[in-house]
Structure formats: C-alpha cells, structure tokens
C-alpha cells in the first residue's frame, strides 16, 4: 500500500509518501480502507515536528490519528464489522490485539502517534474503537467530526449538563471546538447561546452558527454584555478551550449562580487568575476534562448527518499531497480542517 510516512522529526519533508507492505489484523483487529484523515496542528504538524515528545511518538511512524472509510478485511476474533461497511476510528486506543469488548488492562496510545495512523491506504485498528456511519455521512465530514464533536459533547452534555433554555457563553466563536460549541448548545441542546471572538468577524462566524448573541472581547465588556444580555443573571455554563489570560478572568466573573465551566484546552494560557470570591460565592463548578465517551459517537456522527452541526471542513486533498497540507496549516493555523484522501492518490 501507499502510506505517508516519517522517520526522523523535522519540517514537511520528512514526510515521505512510500511503498509499505499492507498491515495484517491482529486478533480483535480491522482493516479499514481509508478514505478520509485530518490533518492537525498539535497532533500531526507539532508531531512531525519533534514538538511533542512527551506523547512518546514512536518511529518510523504513519501519521494520522483519526481515519473514515470502508471495512477492507478483519482478524481473528471480529464479530462486529464485515467487508464494504462504512466505518471511522480515532484517537486512544489499545496496543495490544485484544477482545471486541471487555475488560482491556494492556497500553494505550494515539493511532497515528503510537500505532500506524490513517495516512494510508490500509490502516488496522481494534474493532471495539470502530463506529459505524450513519446514511448520509460522507467519510471526509465523517473523519473531521470524530476530531471535533465528541469533545465538544462531551463537555456540554455530560460535563456541563447543559439544560435546554440555560445560557451559555461559548469562547473561541470561530475555532473549531467554538463552531461545534455553538451548534451542540443551540440545534442539540436547546439552550441560548452567547458566544465570544477576538475580532467581528469571527464573532460573526459564531452568530452565523447560530449563536443568539455575539460579543468582541476587543471592543466590548464581555461581562457587562452577558449581564445585560441575561437579564443581570449571568450565564449557566461557560465553555472555554483557550483559557486566554487577558478574556477568561472577566468571562469568569459573567458566570452565574450554580454556574459551570468546562474545558478540555488551554493553548492560549495555561494560567490564569481566577475571582474566587466570585467562585464560591455563586457556587461554580468548574471540570476540565479532556477526551469523550465512546458511547456519545453514534449520537454525534448521526447529529453531523442530521444537518444539525455543520463541521469545519476546509479542503481535501490527495495523500500524497500530505506535506502541502501541513505547510498551509502552519501558515494558517486557524484555516480549519483539512482531509487527506489516499483514494485520490
Ligand atoms: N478534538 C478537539 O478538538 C480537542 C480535543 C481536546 C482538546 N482540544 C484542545 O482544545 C483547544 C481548542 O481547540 P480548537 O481546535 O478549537 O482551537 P482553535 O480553533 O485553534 O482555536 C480556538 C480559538 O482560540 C483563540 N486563540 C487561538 N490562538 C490563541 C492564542 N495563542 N492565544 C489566545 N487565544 C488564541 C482564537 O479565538 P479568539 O482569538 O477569537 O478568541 C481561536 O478561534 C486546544 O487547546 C486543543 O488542544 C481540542
């Protein structure tokens, strides 16, 4: 098979697109055919770069940490998935060849950064990670939203607990983990969405979501906006990410009482002063949580096919075509998702 593959850390052009032989499932294994892997500014362009060490990438590597496309053959053991069906897979996942379900105490690791990732034409992942696609889910939308939505669920169904009619303050409008935000609360949950950018534009990116409200931190007082927006209550949840040192500490003080917040992100700090009269004076939780549960995919790949969150995607281009993407990502980090598809070369 065609894999895109790196052997020692460096820029775009470590990235070599060769000949390799076709992986073999393992036992609990399934060989996906790809035809869709995002390409990420921390986890496929930093990797590459020799920037994130401590995620132990191991060499020579095939990047890709997420893949969509059709089942092309499984190993001993698989019940759950059969040839020609459409299927994607991302993220941790185990090691070793294991058991469809069950009780798994071997490693763990990233495909694409501690097993072979979807920069290929065959990959092979354990089938307990596999989801089915809904009809209607195309693979190159299907891969971007593995990346995105179920961090994004995650945080605002399960940790959050978001309510339909509950006010939420969604940071970073236009990024990628703020467009899905918006969409998740207002055409999921049912809530009432205020969102927040650095500039009018991306907080029209944010408005054109959906979101009922948009305020630029720039030009305007975030909380004194939420204030009057609410009604002097304060928001239910604010939906973070970025954890920018300058915006978080006064989107902090616009929670209200019993007010949550939730984040899985801090690329724009880490630190961060907080009021912690305001904290426990208004009884605020606050949870960060990476990561999502496997049991909130379908629900979200099936959202994606509804109509109901549009993903981000920005363009597809041809595997071999892998080092382009990463140069256009590190010129515009913020230029949303691009899909390698090995099946246009
Ligand atoms: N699957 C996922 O998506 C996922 C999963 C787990 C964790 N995360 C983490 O969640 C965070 C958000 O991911 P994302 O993909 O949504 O990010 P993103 O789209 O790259 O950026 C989100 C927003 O952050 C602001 N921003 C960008 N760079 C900044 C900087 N240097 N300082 C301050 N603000 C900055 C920008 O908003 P404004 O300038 O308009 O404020 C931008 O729109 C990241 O830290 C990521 O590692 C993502």
Redesign the pocket.
């Given at each position: 098979m065609k894999a895109m593959v790196i052997r020692s850390f460096g820029g775009p052009e470590v990235l070599e697109y060769q000949q390799v032989a076709d992986p073999q499932p393992r036992r609990g294994e399934v060989r996906i055919r790809v035809h869709a892997a995002t390409v990420n500014?921390?986890l496929d362009v930093s990797v590459r770069a020799g920037r994130e060490p401590q995620r132990h990438p191991v060499l020579p590597l095939i990047l890709g940490v997420d893949c969509a496309g059709t089942v092309d053959a499984v190993g001993d053991g698989v019940t759950l998935w059969k040839g020609g069906e459409r299927v994607a897979a991302a993220g941790t996942m185990p090691l070793e060849p294991c058991e469809e379900s069950g009780a798994y105490a071997g490693p763990v690791g990233m495909m694409g950064i501690r097993r072979p990732g979807g920069f290929a034409e065959l990959v092979c992942v354990p089938s307990r990670v596999v989801d089915a696609l809904p009809d209607g889910l195309g693979f190159h939308e299907a891969a971007v939203a593995l990346?995105?939505v179920?961090?994004?669920w995650n945080l605002l169904c399960n940790e959050a607990r978001l309510k339909p009619g509950e006010w939420v303050l969604v940071?970073?409008?236009?990024?990628?983990?703020?467009?899905?935000g918006i969409q998740i609360a207002k055409n999921v949950v049912g809530a009432r969405v205020i969102c927040?950018?650095?500039?009018d534009a991306?907080v029209r990116t944010g408005t054109e979501l959906g979101a009922d409200h948009g305020i630029n931190?720039k030009t305007q007082d975030i909380r004194d906006e939420v204030l009057k927006i609410t009604g002097g209550k304060g928001v239910d949840v604010l939906y973070d990410?970025?954890a920018?040192p300058e915006?978080l500490p006064k989107a902090f003080r616009a929670i209200g009482m019993n007010g949550r917040l939730v984040t899985?992100?801090?690329?724009?700090g880490p630190n961060v002063t907080i009021d912690f009269f305001h904290l426990y004076d208004r009884r605020i939780t606050i949870r960060g949580t990476?990561?999502h549960k496997h049991e909130d995919v379908p629900l979200c790949l099936r959202a994606v096919a509804e109509g109901k969150i549009k993903v981000p995607l920005a363009k597809v281009l041809p595997l071999s075509h892998a080092a382009e993407a990463h140069r256009m990502i590190e010129a515009d980090?913020?230029m949303g998702k691009i899909v390698l598809d090995p099946t246009m070369g």
């Open positions: 500014r921390v990346r995105h179920p961090t994004a940071m970073g409008a236009a990024g990628n983990l703020g467009a899905i927040t950018a650095g500039s991306r931190y990410n970025i920018n915006v899985a992100g801090a690329h724009g990476p990561g980090p913020g």
